[in-house]
């Protein structure tokens, strides 16, 4: 499984925050179920963010199920007022959002099959009219490529180093 390989590259903070929850909460407020391996990574990192700013939402909190209906709310706005063709949740399949990056890129599932089996998107920031791409999940095997440099268009081209790759856990909940 991709989590050991993501265990290997980059190992959890010491201190973790937001592991625990009920995924029903989420399940039932977006009418889906997530992947598994996804659950996994949040119950083994929690809250928090890899080296270089992509940052992940943790639908086991409030914040994290607030981060992704906003995502989808500026989104539809976008797609609106520009008239581009994103395809969002709820429209099935369409592009579920699980995370950004610090350069204003919006990462999706492309909820297409079965959970385990969705794709990973990202929307570029100034990239309106390209085509979607849309590559392999789940989600753990797209951080393990990811963090080994596997998509150059990604985060501007910017490689990691191997002394960069780390997780730092979110903020101490309230």
């Known amino acids: ?3 050991d390989e993501i265990l290997t590259l980059v190992p959890p903070p010491a201190e973790t925050v937001d592991t625990l929850g009920d995924w029903s909460i989420a ?3 977006f009418g889906l179920t997530f992947p598994a391996d996804y ?3 949040i119950e083994t990192y929690g809250s928090g963010e890899f080296q270089r700013g ?3 939402s943790n639908l086991l909190t409030q914040e994290g199920r607030d981060r992704v ?3 989808l709310a500026r989104y539809e706005e976008l ?3 520009c008239e581009h063709e994103y395809i969002l949740y709820p429209e099935c399949p369409g592009l579920f959002p699980w995370g950004s990056d610090s350069n204003g890129h919006l990462y ?3 909820t297409e099959g079965e959970p385990d089996e969705w794709g990973i998107v990202q929307l570029f920031h100034g990239y309106e009219d390209d085509p979607l791409e849309i590559v392999p ?3 753990t095997s797209f951080f393990v490529r990811f963090m080994s440099n596997a998509y150059s268009n990604m985060l501007g081209g910017i490689e990691f180093e191997p002394d960069q790759l780390r997780f730092t856990r979110g903020p101490q909940p309230v």
């Open 1 to 3: 499984m991709a989590l």
């Open 27 to 29: 399940e039932k407020e």
């Open 39 to 41: 659950k996994q990574f």
């Open 54 to 56: 992509l940052i992940i």
């Open 69 to 71: 209906r906003e995502d």
């Open 79 to 81: 797609k609106e007022a």
């Open 108 to 110: 999706c599932w492309w």
């Open 137 to 139: 999940g789940p989600i």
